[in-house]
T-cell receptor, first 115, second 114 residues
Framework: KQEVTQIPAALSVPEGENLVLNCSFTDSAIYNLQWFRQDPGKGLTSLLLIQSSQREQTSGRLNASLDKSSGRSTLYIAASQPGDSATYLCAVTIGGGGATNKLIFGTGTLLAVQP | DAGITQSPRYKITETGRQVTLMCHQTWSHSYMFWYRQDLGHGLRLIYYSAAADITDKGEVPDGYVVSRSKTENFPLTLESATRSQTSVYFC?????????????FGPGTRLTVL
């Protein structure tokens, strides 16, 4: 059974710091990995999607890497800002793109960026 | 408005009552999903649908019923609500089953069962 773990569960950093969020998964047979952001009381916003054949994806100050063989992904946030404060979730897609694309989520990392 | 919407956003009900949570998307996405989010468990898939009139169970389907008569709507019904169904429910949609396609999420419905 695929399990997704995110460490740390919570992180507090001063504004301007570069930071890394970690995600690990137990079964390397994934189709892709997605990083989401969730603000309090809100839905999920997709940040980056990395296909299983890719090593990384970048969007602005965000860079996500994927090492499928070791079951790890990292989300790098450069020059953090208070507006980056949110819960960050990673999720892997399982099923090989056949009948469905089921997401298995980690429990998230709560990030607080202090001004 | 374009996108994916859920209603109601907040709902309080009593044990044993039937509750229906609505989900509507304007993208004509084939796939739709229902998740629940609980502390300590993260998001878990309840049901999904590949197209109108095609639905299937996810990880935690017990106590829930879904239907999909139209592509754009995917209601979730709790036939007899229990306290353990107190949760935040998220609907999502995806263009196809291909792993290349992202899932887009609605704002969620916070359900409290007393």
């Amino acid at each position: 059974k695929q399990e997704v773990t995110q460490i740390p569960a919570a992180l507090s950093v001063p504004e301007g710091e570069n930071l890394v969020l970690n995600c690990s998964f137990t079964d390397s047979a994934i189709y892709n990995l997605q990083w989401f952001r969730q603000d309090p009381g809100k839905g999920l916003t997709s940040l980056l999607l990395i296909q299983s054949s890719q090593r990384e994806q970048t969007s602005g100050r965000l860079n996500a890497s994927l090492d499928k063989s070791s079951g790890r992904s990292t989300l790098y946030i450069a020059a953090s800002q208070p507006g980056d404060s949110a819960t960050y979730l990673c999720a892997v897609t399982i099923g090989g793109g056949g009948a469905t694309n089921k997401l298995i989520f980690g429990t998230g990392t709560l990030l607080a960026v202090q001004p | 408005d374009a996108g994916i919407t859920q209603s109601p956003r907040y709902k309080i009900t009593e044990t044993g009552r039937q509750v229906t949570l609505m989900c509507h998307q304007t993208w004509s996405h084939s796939y739709m999903f229902w998740y629940r989010q609980d502390l300590g468990h993260g998001l878990r898939l309840i049901y999904y649908s590949a197209a109108a009139d095609i639905t299937d169970k996810g990880e935690v389907p017990d106590g829930y019923v879904v239907s999909r008569s139209k592509t754009e709507n995917f209601p979730l019904t709790l036939e007899s609500a229990t306290r353990s169904q107190t949760s935040v429910y998220f609907c999502a949609s995806s263009r196809s089953s291909s792993g290349r396609n992202e899932q887009f999420f609605g704002p969620g419905t916070r359900l409290t069962v007393l």
